[in-house]
């Protein structure tokens, strides 16, 4: 089971990294609304830009701390945990401006994830 739990740290943290520093300026079918940044996609939401600054901040973060916590024994909690609610909020967000389910599914899957590490 700790392999699983490894590959799923690495899985989640890569994929969340590769949202907030590598497509961040880029269109994908993810996007809430008809936004092509996520600048965009905050100000869809209704939030203003510095949240965006400040969750991009958090995430990439945990997501750091969420790799380092494969080495470094009692950080995994915090941010298994803290991912968890962003994504929450994430998937909140989608679900406030009606978008199709399927734009929430990799905020949900992730959140699913970060769960299953927590509680493993």
């Known amino acids: ?36 940044t996520l600048v965009e996609e905050f100000k869809v939401y209704g939030l203003p830009v510095q949240v965006c600054y400040i969750v991009g901040i958090l995430k990439v973060s945990l997501s750091l701390l969420l790799i380092a916590s494969i080495w470094v024994s009692g950080i ?6 803290g991912l968890a609610a962003l994504l929450t909020g994430s998937v909140v967000m989608h679900l406030k401006i009606g978008d199709p389910l399927y ?6 899957l992730f959140l699913t994830l970060c769960l299953f590490i927590y509680l493993y």
């Open 1 to 36: 089971m700790e392999y699983v739990i490894i590959a799923l740290k690495i899985i989640v943290a890569v994929s969340l990294l590769n949202v907030w520093l590598v497509q961040r300026n880029k269109k994908t079918k993810w996007r809430g609304g008809d936004a092509d």
């Open 103 to 108: 734009k929430s599914f990799p905020a949900a």
């Open 76 to 81: 995994e909690s915090y941010a298994a945990l």
